[in-house]
């Protein structure tokens, strides 16, 4: 069988063949593995994240329990500063940051009070400006998504869907970690070395900078797992899903241990990226100097993030029904299910598709 895509989606799939012993090739366009969560040392030593800072969590005990069998980790719990009107605040939102925003001394029912009166009442919550206008209000929306939202996807909050904005949370006590998930780790060596081990296997191989497109003119696998644009599978025979891209701007600053006070600062008000990420904060990495990437939002270049909105959604759903037809194909992943899926959702993903596929072909 054929998987087209080393990403998370794709090892994780060529994996669980591999284990049910069929012989399986991965194939990637890329000159490496690991697909967006690729990682690597830079010129100067610094371990960083080529497309930008990945940070591992989830609910999922299954996902957790899985990637630990190719990895140990390193505890890490990411937090984020936000620039807003000359001031490093809290994001995501939380009671030191509507405390200080508002020179307030309030505690968490009063945060929670405040909210309450503040907040513009939504129903039904259809776009992420609905998402963000129901929980702090329009003062809140306008200095913390409202721009930010703007720069990474070109389009206002109102045209996205509700579960972007959804994606942050909104806190009244003082919790100020990015995420609220259980499991909050890093692999320990990096994903790259994670995804090597998951690669590592007897009937699985590898062939890096072989692109599907020129590959399928030439062979008939019995299966293929499709991690790739599901619009480019189809020859974008309904017209183009539309991607949103980034340039990465990589910087490294010798003899400087410590740029930043957290992992990431968000710009949502000034400049043309969106943030800056110092490695060293999720990595846990000794070293005399530092690096950082600034994230550009962009049109054009690779395919990072699915634009989630209704009528990107409708033409997606034909391109979904045309996949159905395809009885040798498997769809799964970021890019192939359009859905901005973060890594454990791409893995757990992966995971059902190969238990569903295999368990088909036992009967
Ligand atoms: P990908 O990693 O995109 O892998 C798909 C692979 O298919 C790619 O390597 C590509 O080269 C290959 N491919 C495509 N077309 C072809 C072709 N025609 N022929 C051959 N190969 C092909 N998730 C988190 O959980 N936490 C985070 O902090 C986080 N941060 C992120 C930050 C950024 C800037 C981005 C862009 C994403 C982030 N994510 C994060 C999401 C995470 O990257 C994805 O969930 C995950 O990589 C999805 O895995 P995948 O296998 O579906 O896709
Ligand atoms: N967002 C925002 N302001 C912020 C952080 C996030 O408006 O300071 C919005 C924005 O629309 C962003 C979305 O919330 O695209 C999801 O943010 P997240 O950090 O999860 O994005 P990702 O890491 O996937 O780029």
Request: with cysteine.
């Amino acid at each position: 069988m054929l998987v087209v895509g080393a990403g998370f989606a794709g090892s994780v799939v060529a994996q669980q063949f591999a284990s049910a012993g069929r012989d399986v090739l991965v194939i990637d366009k890329r000159e490496h593995i690991a697909g967006n969560a690729y990682d690597e040392q830079d010129a100067y030593g610094v371990l960083i994240h080529r497309y930008g800072p990945h940070l591992f969590h989830t609910n999922a005990k299954t996902v957790f329990d899985y990637l630990s069998r190719f990895t140990e980790w390193r505890q890490y719990e990411h937090r984020v500063r936000t620039w807003v009107e000359g001031q490093w605040l809290p994001m995501p939102i939380n009671q030191d940051t509507i405390n200080r925003l508002y020179n307030l001394n309030l505690d968490e029912a009063g945060v929670a009070e405040y909210l309450e009166r503040v907040r513009e009442e939504r129903s039904p919550i259809l776009t992420s400006e609905d998402v963000v206008l129901n929980s702090v209000g329009r003062d809140l929306c306008d200095k913390f998504f409202r721009n930010y939202t703007r720069k990474q996807w070109g389009l206002d909050l109102s045209e996205l869907s509700a579960g972007v904005a959804a994606r942050i949370p909104v806190r009244t006590n003082r919790d100020d970690r990015y995420f609220s998930d259980t499991y909050q780790a890093m692999p320990l060596a990096g994903y790259t070395a994670m995804f090597r081990n998951i690669l590592d296997h007897p009937r699985i191989r590898v062939e890096l900078g072989t692109d599907y497109v020129e590959l399928r003119k030439r062979v008939q696998p019995k299966l293929t797992v499709y991690t790739g644009q599901i619009d480019e599978y189809f020859d974008f025979r309904f017209g183009r899903l539309p991607y949103r891209s980034l340039r990465f701007e990589h910087e490294h600053i010798p003899n400087v241990e410590r740029l930043q006070p957290v992992c990431t600062l968000n710009y949502p008000n000034d400049h043309d990226y969106t943030r800056i990420t110092e490695f060293k904060h999720c990595t846990g990495q000794q070293h005399t100097g530092t690096s950082v990437v600034r994230e550009y939002p962009t049109n054009e270049g690779d395919p990072y993030y699915p634009v989630p909105r209704a009528e990107n959604q409708a033409l997606y759903k034909q391109y979904e029904a045309a996949a159905t037809e395809e009885r040798d194909t498997i769809f799964v992943g970021r890019l192939a299910q359009y859905r901005y899926y973060n890594m454990d959702q791409a893995v757990a993903a992966a995971l059902k598709v190969a238990q569903e596929r295999l368990e088909n072909a036992a009967v």
